[in-house]
């Protein structure tokens, strides 16, 4: 497929949108992810309405010992009329989940890619500048779902966040649990490089959430979606 048929940011976080949210498909990737490891039939295929049949294909993204806060997967979409999704899909398992949400670490995750990472970006957009000129090198969120229990005491296991995924697009994970090189001079630059202008854009940010009374505007989601359409 030529780059210019690939579809555009827009279009890709309708589709995650609708699958996650008219769907059960969360539940359903570990399992989907374990049986890939013994055969290559294994998928989940369903149709929505928009965009007739679909066929859902997951496998874990990184070797056993490098996730650690979440059960990390790389999940592909393809449709009928062509068109082939790739995911990055970060479902929690229980144990994992209570550790996120007692830290606040994954509802800090899902402000971040869900608001605070698009308002850094409109603020370098109004001074008309691009990403070439203050990089900010973070993968595109096309789907976050926080969902709360009835109680607000605990997250639902219908948390995920769908991210680009970067591997397919010649990246890869230079330093992990089972490696001991790091990073090269090159990369540690161009890593502090980001880090500098993610906090800098920050900043920016922080005085424009500023109140008049010295306090700042705080954010509180709680999302939640229902009328899934179960996949069997």
Known sequence: MASSELPVKE???????????????????????????????????????????????????VPLGT??????????????????????????????LAAGFIGGSYQRECVVYQNWIPELKEIRSSKNLTNSDIPLNVADSYFVNLVLSEDGGRLENETVCVLEELKSKGYRMASS?????????????????????YHALSIANMRRLLKSDGSYTIYHYRMKFSGRIPIT
Not at 13 to 37: G, H, I, P, R, Y
Not at 46 to 53: P, Q, S, T, V
Not at 82 to 90: A, I
């Open 11 to 61: 279009e890709i976080v309708k589709f995650w949108e609708s699958v996650f949210q008219k769907t059960n498909l969360t539940k359903q990737l570990m399992d989907l992810a374990v049986n890939s490891s013994f055969s290559t039939d294994a998928d989940l295929k369903f149709e929505l309405f928009d965009y007739g049949k679909i066929k859902i294909t997951a496998k874990p993204a």
């Open 67 to 96: 996730n650690f806060m979440s059960d990390v997967f790389i999940t592909d979409a393809y449709l009928e009329n062509g068109r082939h999704y790739t995911g990055f899909v970060l479902p929690s398992n229980p144990s994992r």
């Open 177 to 197: 649990a089972r490696s001991t090189n790091g990073i090269d001079l090159n990369h540690a630059r161009c890593a502090l490089r980001t880090y500098a202008n």
